[in-house]
């Protein structure tokens, strides 16, 4: 909560200070004091982290106050336990009150972009279940129609439980199979979505509204 709270204070100085035409009391150096901070103390756990030989370890992205750190070759159960180890050794490397939590271990995992990333999350080395969690993707976002969710989030987990593409191939053949034949839900192929009108896109941009509308 301590922690939590800390956050939201940078958070909300940022937001007050960087904004310069519409702030209640702009202070770009306040605002860039922050950001900087941040940064700073990020790129210096990831330095940690990928320096210290015993882990063998590499992270492969880091954003704002978080890190993904890939453990290959490693069982569930041994990157829980290199996990605390890195959360401590960063939070001793840093002042009070800055401390780095380990949340949770994705087995497995894609990570497509910055915030785009789902896969089968684990928060404890006894879990035997795990959590399908999806953050920035299709599956949960509310700018397309209910069935490409819902074909994307079952496909997902036919290849985390099987780490099969053939399988994944099949079941998204029959979807499509179905929406071709007439057999898929019309409720499931609706989007519904604010149109900007044609002039409220970029040339470029690929909207299904736009798209119909031209």
């Given at each position: 909560?301590?922690?939590?709270?800390?956050?939201l204070?940078?958070?909300?100085?940022y937001?007050?200070?960087?904004?310069?035409?519409?702030?209640?009391?702009?202070a770009?150096?306040?605002g860039?004091?922050?950001?900087s901070?941040?940064?700073?103390t990020?790129e210096r756990?990831?330095?940690?982290?990928?320096?210290?030989?015993?882990?063998?370890?590499?992270v492969?992205?880091?954003d704002?106050?978080?890190?993904?750190?890939?453990?290959?070759?490693r069982?569930?159960?041994?990157?829980?336990?290199?996990?605390?180890?890195?959360?401590?050794a960063?939070?001793?490397?840093?002042?009070?009150?800055?401390?780095?939590?380990?949340?949770?271990?994705?087995?497995?995992?894609?990570?497509?972009?910055?915030?785009?990333?789902?896969?089968?999350?684990?928060?404890?080395?006894?879990?035997?279940?795990?959590?399908?969690?999806?953050?920035?993707?299709?599956?949960i976002?509310?700018d397309?129609?209910?069935s490409?969710?819902k074909?994307?989030?079952?496909?997902l987990?036919v290849?985390?439980?099987?780490?099969?593409?053939s399988?994944?191939?099949?079941?998204?053949?029959r979807?499509?199979?179905?929406?071709l034949?007439?057999?898929?839900?019309?409720?499931?192929l609706i989007?519904?979505?604010?149109?900007?009108?044609?002039?409220g896109?970029?040339?470029?941009?690929?909207?299904?509204?736009?798209?119909?509308?031209?």
């Amino acid at each position: 909560s301590r922690q939590l709270g800390l956050k939201l204070i940078a958070n909300v100085t940022y937001g007050y200070t960087a904004a310069n035409f519409s702030g209640r009391m702009p202070a770009i150096e306040v605002g860039d004091s922050v950001v900087s901070k941040g940064r700073e103390t990020l790129e210096r756990a990831i330095s940690l982290v990928e320096r210290t030989e015993k882990w063998r370890v590499r992270v492969c992205y880091g954003d704002t106050d978080s890190m993904f750190v890939l453990v290959p070759g490693r069982t569930r159960e041994e990157a829980f336990k290199i996990g605390e180890e890195i959360s401590e050794a960063v939070t001793k490397d840093n002042p009070f009150p800055i401390k780095l939590k380990l949340e949770k271990v994705y087995q497995p995992c894609i990570l497509q972009t910055k915030k785009r990333y789902v896969g089968n999350m684990y928060e404890s080395a006894d879990q035997e279940e795990p959590i399908f969690e999806a953050k920035g993707i299709e599956t949960i976002r509310r700018d397309g129609c209910p069935s490409s969710a819902k074909v994307l989030e079952k496909s997902l987990k036919v290849l985390f439980n099987t780490h099969d593409v053939s399988k994944v191939k099949e079941y998204v053949c029959r979807q499509f199979t179905k929406i071709l034949e007439g057999k898929a839900s019309m409720q499931d192929l609706i989007i519904a979505k604010e149109f900007r009108g044609i002039s409220g896109y970029k040339e470029k941009a690929s909207v299904p509204a736009l798209t119909l509308t031209r």
